[in-house]
């Protein structure tokens, strides 16, 4: 069900998020220090080709984290084939991957 | 004392009440062996060495895997209740008795055997007692194949496939052999989708392991060490 290639994939996508999460926790605690409204976080993150990169990789290790995360989790409890679990980990992954992508283009893009 | 015995196959079966008297230094195994001499001899159950080297008489006590022919009625009495079923995650075949052709099938899978790097005309190689490879596999050498970690692991309860982890510290045992010549074996071996790296670090096979070994350390060096070969392969 979890073999060496995806729980290294999930270790090293663990690895991308673990400062990244970090960046994001302590940007938004600097930036709302003196108010800060919508309107101007998007002024600052649309067109920004550093944002779209910072929140780019993360949703694309977030995407294959979770994915890999939520195949174990399924995997014990259903006791899904092993086909099944490649095709539900897949989904989830396109899932998360649009989701997140939307996102991020949102904020960044112009 | 209130015995409830777990009597049934793989189909079915309930558990059946026994008045069983108390007695000093009175075992599990005791208590089993005297309903079965007293009570009811069509009573199926396993043991054979009586002193903990076999590893044939496990069964879940009170809901946990104990090794029954060390462990102490007054121990692990609840009142005066007492509640003694198969191994858990193993086939029943009848009573108390399981099929462990599951949990020994899978130490071949885990590749738990010797590769040898000489031949009998060579002299034989000295191992110092404290090089770090001898260490970490006397940590794990003294198992008697219990099958008590197995029982207690809910990695093999969720995944059916998982090697578990005696077979598993087996491995981690002949991939610290400096004898053995086949590490990559092993490491490929554990690395299936059955493989060490589907362990949630629970930690039941530790807490439960009659020997008081640590099959969790060992699945966590072959986590390692498979890691490590992953990242060697695609140089």
């Known amino acids: 069900m979890l073999g060496l290639r995806l729980y290294m994939l999930q270790r090293l996508s663990a690895l991308i998020m673990a400062p990244l999460t970090l960046g994001h926790l302590a940007v938004m605690i600097y930036a709302i220090q003196g108010g800060l409204t919508a309107a101007e976080i998007l002024g600052r993150t649309h067109g920004s080709v550093l944002w779209f990169l910072f929140y780019g990789s993360f949703v694309l290790a977030v995407s294959v984290h979770a994915a890999i995360g939520l195949r174990v989790i399924t995997s014990e409890i259903l006791k899904l084939g092993e086909s099944s679990l490649d095709l539900l980990t897949w989904a989830l992954a396109l899932f998360f991957l649009f989701m997140g992508a939307r996102a991020v283009m949102a904020v960044t893009l112009l | ?235």
């Open chain 2, 1 to 235: 004392m209130d015995v409830s015995v777990w009597r049934g196959d793989e189909h079915a079966g309930e558990f059946e009440h026994f008045k069983v008297p108390m007695q000093e230094s009175q075992t599990i195994l005791d208590v089993v062996s005297w309903i079965q001499q007293n009570q009811d001899p069509t009573l199926t159950y396993r043991y054979a060495c009586r002193v903990g080297m076999c590893g044939s008489c496990a069964m879940m006590v009170n809901g946990v895997p104990r090794w029954t022919c060390r462990t102490h009625v007054k121990k692990v009495l609840d009142g005066d209740k007492l509640e003694v079923a198969p191994l858990r995650n193993l086939p029943v075949i009848k009573d108390l008795a399981t099929d462990m052709d599951p949990f020994f099938d899978k130490w071949v899978q885990a590749e738990g055997l010797h590769h040898p790097s000489k031949t009998r005309h060579d002299a034989i190689e000295p191992i110092l007692h404290d090089s770090p490879g001898r260490e970490a596999a006397s940590a794990g050498i003294e198992c008697i194949n219990c099958s008590a970690c197995y029982a207690a692991c809910d990695t093999v309860a969720g995944n059916p496939h998982y090697l578990g982890p005696a077979a598993l510290q087996r491995a981690w045992t002949v991939y610290n052999d400096s004898k053995d010549a086949d590490k990559q074996s092993v490491l490929d071996a554990v690395s299936g989708a059955g493989g060490c790296h589907n362990c949630h670090t629970q930690g039941s096979c530790a807490v439960y392991c009659p020997n008081d070994l640590s099959p969790m350390n060992a699945i966590a060096g072959l986590k390692r060490a498979s890691a490590a070969s992953f990242f060697k392969r695609r140089k």
